[in-house]
């Protein structure tokens, strides 16, 4: 009796560790398109057309704010450059969408690459209503950027995290502009 237990719960835990084993051609399969968007996203920075879809923003003092993709980003077209953001609230905001969405030219650009493959991509964006240093930092084999804006007037900063994508392949909603 004791050895038909032992056997059963053996086979038990060999199916469950083998369940949890991911199958070495889906992870081959996964890890190819990751290398696909990264090079895409790469494609798109050395284009000047791109757009880096934010997941979540995190302001200066460490407040996360998870927000959608499509209403918040950093877009770059050629030498114009558009920071939006609009949080889900009862106010409409300057946008309309609540939140603030500001246009600019963009100067300054550099793009380094560093010995372990991750990109820095650096502008200055002057407009209207922004003045504003941003830094993208691509990390190798993905698309999951990060890029900090910081003013040039004070000390603000916000940083928002998600995936950078070429202009044709976004899905984003830019709303009214300063």
């Not at 493959?117 to 650096?122: K, P």
């Not at 900090?148 to 995290?161: A, G, L, M, W, Y």
Request: proline letters at 2%; hydrophobic letters at 40%.
């Amino acid at each position: 009796m004791k050895t038909i237990v032992f056997l059963l719960s053996s086979l038990m835990l060999i199916f469950a560790g083998c369940k949890t084993q991911q199958d070495p051609l889906e992870a081959a399969a996964e890890k190819a398109e990751q290398r696909m968007w990264y090079e895409k996203a790469v494609q798109a920075l050395n284009d000047r057309k791109f757009v880096l879809e934010a997941d979540y923003i995190d302001f200066k003092y460490g407040r996360l704010v998870y927000v959608s993709a499509s209403t918040n980003f950093i877009s770059m077209h050629e030498e114009k450059a558009t920071i939006q953001m609009a949080f889900n609230s009862p106010y409409a905001g300057p946008n309309g969408i609540g939140g603030v969405t500001v246009d600019g030219n963009v100067s300054n650009v550099k793009m380094v690459s560093d010995k372990k493959g991750n990109i820095t991509f650096s502008m200055t964006v002057q407009g209207i209503a922004v003045s504003a240093m941003i830094v993208l930092r691509l990390t190798n084999g993905t698309n999951r950027c990060d890029a900090t804006v910081t003013s040039t007037f004070n000390s603000n900063r916000i940083e928002f995290s998600g995936s950078l994508y070429q202009e044709a392949e976004s899905n984003v909603y830019k709303a009214r502009s300063l």
